[in-house]
């Protein structure tokens, strides 16, 4: 269906001049998204937007209450279709708004979305369905969290973030601007930049202003500023142009960085410059690298040349102020996770002091730390505190092979090297937070204009009415597009009625319910007084005698401070309703062919007299004879089960009671004695209306009641089983890996357990879950150590199915004892054999099993129990209730099992 179809014939046939704009080509070309629905929100139009933003083709005809593939609400949980505002919209017969919804494409990709959705009525007021109108939110979230983010950045950066106008006077002042030149925000926005600069350094101002107006970037100024209390300090000052929406420059923004530090450890290296070559090359190495990792290496290679130590490490606290390695030299992996964490200093200690030890050994530290310092060599060692701004951030530390002294020299040396690090770390930080400011007050500007440019167009393409008052007494309302062609008016002309005189429209009037209004009875004016005006309904009329009818809202518009500065009104033009009487016959001619294709049936019960109407097809459903139901509701209620005859009764009454939807599941007994199962859905009539009628369908749903069983009881079987075997699974992972410290041979293990456990359940699979012969399973278990005359391995005893549960249980012992046999039993060795007898015990209903092996190594009783005899001694235990009795004889290992045997399996 086309836009032409939801719009008035009269505008698309009886009125159409050459002058009239086409409608439906407006609808489909339209860039936001639109859908229709008819009263039963079955979709009967949408344009390429609504296509595009649910990322499906919707099925016309098919489709019900929403174009989306599934819906969910703002907190993640699902939305059902039949609960989407549009759903609401139509059963509530009235327009839904400021729900917002994320709509889930069959790709997987979600689009927050505001919907718009406006029941229409015909000129009886009866409901002929529902246009929506969807707005993308997508641009809107994503800006509100940069923004938040951006924030958050300049405010915590160590840096100095100012903000000034094109005249020098201070816009904005960040945290870091307090620390640097001690005033606070409050001191001094408003006040000329002028403040911070000493006298002899004025002239630099207005060159940088001329620099900034000319759109230039003014990168690392080094210069010297003033503070509150009247110290200079040395600054690296970066000025950029800020700029509008539009692109003009609007002032500046500048970052300043406390450099006196460095001027101080410039000059102090320059004067060391000979004797300190380490420090130089790792000066010149990190003011040169861009990245994080090559400072480490730097500072690693400047450690272990000026300090002459064997090894070096940084660390760095991290975001949970634990003390954590970021590079190191010499330590193995193995230390590195020892001491990960351990730090003689918490995170942001005041002053903290180098500490040296000496001697390992002497040293009155943990025994834990000191064993994992011993172990990897270590004799000596000092922690040298990384600060910055008076707060420590980590640590360097230096490692000797043997007990050693730390001269005054090493200790100056390495404090000056912590330093260097310290503010290197503090320049890469505050560099990169810098470099993130600054795109994404970029990023920023570009959304800024770019939602302005959406929202202006969207009110120009969106195919609803829209008009504005930006002033309290409405004297000038402008609109979009829509709202000057449905006025017949120029499109700079002002829209409101309360303009002076000669100012004002003067081709129509406005009316409502017939009486004609006033200027301030208008809804726009109503609104700019503080007034929600809700669904209301108007009928403008032409000086030529034509007339349009609208419907909308309008609301207050309000400043930061609460007060109304104006109004903004919404409306859609629903003239179209006055024809739609035909279109509602129509679609009650088809409803009744769906009714006759889908087999189901229609009823009614007139509540006043109390006759009960059947459709033929509802005859039939019932196997009664056309034309034979009695027509009253004992006839009714003489088909249903009597066990489901008070629900019907009560859900009948609940729906009068509640002029609510009436929906019932039940069983009717057929004349010839079959029971169906039936579901029914009605509506009761408008009490104002002639007749007070309860009316709906009812459909068979007996194969569906069916297949609905059936596929329960399949998931409740397959949940039963893959619990049972993730149990098994998860055991003997915790077991193997728990019991066995070498990775690779746990892993191993692990992985022949599984196939073992796979075999089984393989045996289990083909004999579909019935139970497996005890002779079967352990044939599969011994068959990979057989000889070639297949006499070390014997099997005897009578004929004996174990269930599931059994078979998995007893074939993973089988496994554990045919491994260890392999590896240290009797299928170790070619004169090696194992006998494996059972007998099954009728009376007591016991199996029992015995392993026995002969002609292998000497056996030796184990030290220590493994997951193998675990599995055997325990696990047997419990889940069978069983008993396990090993007996390590030097000529070769005895197992005896006894377990429950289920009465009525076959021995």
Not at 323 to 334: D, I, P
Not at 476 to 500: F, K, Q, T
Not at 670 to 697: C, H, Y
Not at 798 to 810: D, F, G, Q, V, W
Request: proline share 6%; net charge negative; aromatic share 6%.
């Amino acid at each position: 269906m086309h836009g032409a179809e939801i719009l008035p014939k009269t505008t698309m046939d009886d009125v159409k001049t050459p002058d009239t704009p086409d409608y439906r080509a407006v609808l489909d070309a339209l860039a936001v998204p639109v859908y229709a629905t008819d009263a039963e929100g079955i979709v009967t139009y949408f344009n390429a937007a609504a296509a595009a933003v649910a990322g499906r083709e919707p099925e016309l005809g098919k489709d019900r209450w929403c174009v989306s593939w599934q819906l969910r609400r703002p907190d993640g949980s699902p939305l059902p279709h039949d609960q989407c505002p549009m759903a609401r919209a139509l059963k509530e017969g009235r327009p839904i708004r400021g729900e917002e919804l994320i709509a889930v494409r069959p790709d997987g990709a979600s689009v927050p979305l505001l919907p718009h959705p406006t029941p229409i009525f015909d000129d009886t007021g009866a409901l002929t369905g529902a246009v929506n109108l969807l707005m993308d939110l997508s641009g809107t979230k994503d800006m509100e969290r940069s923004s938040r983010y951006l924030a958050a950045i300049v405010e915590s950066s160590d840096d100095a973030i100012v903000a000034k106008n094109l005249d020098g006077i201070i816009t904005s002042w960040n945290r870091g601007a307090q620390r640097l030149f001690g005033y606070t925000a409050e001191e001094v926005i408003g006040e000329s930049i002028t403040i911070l600069i000493p006298p002899e350094r004025l002239s630099e101002e207005p060159r940088i202003l001329e620099r900034i107006r000319r759109g230039e970037l003014v990168d690392h100024f080094e210069t010297r500023r003033r503070r509150k209390d009247g110290t200079l300090v040395d600054i690296s000052l970066t000025v950029s142009p800020v700029r509008d929406a539009t692109g003009r420059i609007i002032g500046a923004s500048k970052i300043a960085r406390d450099i006196t530090e460095t001027k101080s450890a410039a000059e102090a290296l320059t004067a060391r410059f000979r004797e300190q070559a380490a420090l130089y090359r790792l000066t010149e190495r990190v003011q040169r690298t861009k990245r994080i990792e090559e400072v480490y290496e730097a500072t690693l290679d400047a450690i272990q040349g000026a300090l002459n130590c064997d090894r070096a490490s940084i660390l760095l606290f991290d975001d949970s102020g634990i003390m954590r390695f970021v590079a190191a030299r010499g330590l193995s992996e193995h230390y590195q996770r020892a001491v990960d964490g351990h730090s003689p200093w918490i995170a942001g200690a005041n002053d903290p002091e180098p500490i040296f030890v000496e001697n390992v050994d002497e040293a009155e530290i943990s025994r834990e730390l000191k064993e994992s310092i011993v172990r990897e060599g270590i004799g000596a060692l000092a922690f040298f505190p990384l600060v910055t701004e008076g707060r420590l951030i980590g640590k360097f530390m230096t490692y000797y092979d043997r007990p050693h002294r730390f001269a005054e020299t090493e200790v100056g040396m390495a404090l000056t090297i912590a330093r260097q690090l310290g503010f290197s770390i503090q320049r890469m930080r505050a560099e990169y937070a810098r470099r993130q400011a600054e795109e994404q007050l970029r990023r920023n500007e570009a959304n800024e204009r770019a939602r302005a440019a959406e929202l202006a167009a969207i009110m120009e393409a969106v195919p609803a009415l829209i008009w504005i008052a930006r002033t309290p007494d409405c004297r000038v309302i402008s609109g979009n597009n829509s709202s000057y062609e449905i006025l017949r008016l120029p499109h700079d002309s002002n829209l409101s009625m309360s303009a002076p005189p000669g100012e004002h429209p003067t081709n129509f009037r406005v009316f409502s319910e017939g009486r004609a209004l006033s200027p301030e009875e208008m809804p726009v004016q109503r609104a700019a007084r503080g007034e929600e005006v809700q669904n209301f309904e108007e009928e403008v009329r032409f000086d030529d005698g034509s007339s349009r009818h609208i419907f909308g809202n309008a609301t207050p518009l309000r400043d930061v401070t609460g007060e109304v500065v104006g109004a903004v009104a919404a409306a859609v033009d629903i003239t179209g309703r006055k024809q739609a009487e035909e279109a509602l016959q129509e679609s009650e001619r088809r409803l009744q062919l769906a009714l006759d294709a889908g087999h189901m049936g229609a009823w009614e019960w007139n509540l006043e007299t109390g006759a009960v109407i059947w459709s033929p097809g509802l005859e039939a459903l019932h196997r009664v004879e056309p034309g034979t139901f009695g027509g009253t509701l004992a006839d009714f209620k003489r088909d249903i089960h009597p066990d489901d005859l008070p629900l019907i009764e009560r859900e009948m009454a609940r729906a009068i009671e509640t002029e609510g939807d009436y929906h019932v599941v039940y069983r009717a007994q057929l004349p010839d004695g079959t029971i169906r199962w039936m579901e029914a859905f009605g509506q009761l009539s408008p009490r104002n209306g002639p007749k007070r009628r309860l009316t709906g369908v009812c459909m068979d749903i007996t194969e569906r009641r069916e297949a609905e069983a059936q596929r329960n009881l399949l998931v409740a079987e397959l949940s039963h089983r893959v619990k049972n075997t993730l149990a098994i699974v998860g055991s003997i992972a915790r077991q193997t890996f728990s019991t066995n410290p070498d990775a690779t041979a746990a892993h191993r293990s692990f992985e022949a357990r599984i196939r073992a456990l796979a075999q089984t359940h393989t045996r289990l699979a083909e004999e579909s879950w019935s139970g497996v012969s005890l002779k079967t399973v352990l044939f599969d278990e011994l068959a990979p150590y057989h000889d070639d005359s297949r006499t070390n391995v014997t099997l005897a005893g009578p004929p004996a199915m174990l269930p599931p549960k059994h078979a998995l249980t007893l074939g993973m012992a089988a496994h554990e004892l045919a491994t260890n046999a392999a590896k240290h039993g009797a299928l170790s060795v070619k004169s090696g054999k194992v006998d494996i007898e059972w007998m099954i015990d009728v009376a007591s209903e016991r199996l029992r099993i015995c392993w026995s092996e002969t002609g292998g190594p000497a056996v030796v009783a184990p030290k220590h129990n493994g997951f193998g005899r675990l599995l055997l001694e325990r696990v047997l235990a419990s889940d069978l209730g069983g008993e396990v009795h090993l007996e390590f004889a030097p000529q070769g290992l005895v197992c005896t099992i006894d377990v429950p045997y289920p009465r009525g399996a076959p021995g």
